[in-house]
């Protein structure tokens, strides 16, 4: 069984520019949630998405950042005119159900120069 | 607002001994609580769950929970140079639309040989 997929794994932006991050939840899972970890920092949860379905947002800064879990395809998470700020690993997570243990995928690290 | 404690070491054990891990947190609604390990560079790595009040045995790890306390730790015995890394205390809060996981800012354990 393949795990959460992320890609890319490591991505490179200038300030201004735009970051488009994805994840494929592991099979049979339809919960996705996107964590951002900045460097000597815990997790900190972003978004929580089923399929087509914004579940909880509460952790996305107001501005520059969105995401979608389309009906088809891998959820997205989207960073604006991104900020050297943004820097960040950024992990993607999974579930069956909102109860169950969330599973991590490899994560992608975004440096803005 | 909801917290998760940890202390940030670095918690260093001789091979062979003991690692005790501690976390408390701070909303009594808290319902599940995992353990993560994060092996630099790496994403999260989940080691066990608890739910509830006791001890839960997995192999050379031992999760213990006490509600009344606010306080989960982490067991491991048989410390091995492998297990060298940072250690994640998170707990879920169920209700609503909430399904995100709560982090601590982990502690990091250095087994030497």
């Known amino acids: 069984n393949a795990g959460v997929m992320q890609n890319p794994r490591h991505l490179v932006r200038r300030r201004g520019q735009e970051a488009r991050l994805r994840c494929s939840p592991m099979?049979?899972?339809?919960?996705v949630y996107w964590y951002r970890q900045l460097p000597e920092e815990g997790l900190k949860f972003m978004v929580y998405?089923?399929?087509?379905?914004?579940?909880?947002e509460s952790g996305m800064p107001k501005e520059r950042f969105s995401a979608e879990f389309p009906k088809e395809g891998p959820s997205i998470l989207r960073i604006q005119q991104v900020v050297r700020g943004d820097s960040a690993a950024y992990f993607c997570?999974?579930?069956?159900?909102?109860?169950?243990?969330?599973?991590f995928g490899p994560g992608t690290r975004l440096l803005v120069l | 607002q909801k917290e998760v404690e940890q202390n940030s070491g670095p918690l260093s054990v001789p091979e062979g001994a003991i690692a005790s891990l501690n976390c408390t947190y701070s909303?009594?609604?808290?319902?599940?609580f995992f353990w993560y390990r994060q092996y630099s560079g790496k994403s999260p790595e989940l080691i066990m769950f608890?739910?509830?009040?006791g001890d839960k045995e997995d192999g050379r790890f031992t999760a213990q929970l006490n509600k009344a306390s606010q306080y989960v730790s982490l067991l491991i015995r048989d410390s091995q140079p492998s297990d060298s890394a940072t250690y994640l205390c998170?707990?879920?809060?169920?209700?609503?639309?909430?399904?995100?996981?709560?982090f601590g800012k982990g502690t990091k354990l250095s087994v030497k040989p």
């Open positions: 997570a999974s579930s069956p159900q909102q109860q169950e243990t969330q599973y």
């Open positions: 099979k049979g899972h339809s919960h």
């Open positions: 998405l089923q399929k087509e379905n914004i579940i909880d």
């Open positions: 909303d009594r609604g808290s319902q599940s």
């Open positions: 608890i739910y509830s009040n």
């Open positions: 998170a707990v879920k809060h169920y209700g609503g639309s909430q399904g995100n996981l709560i």
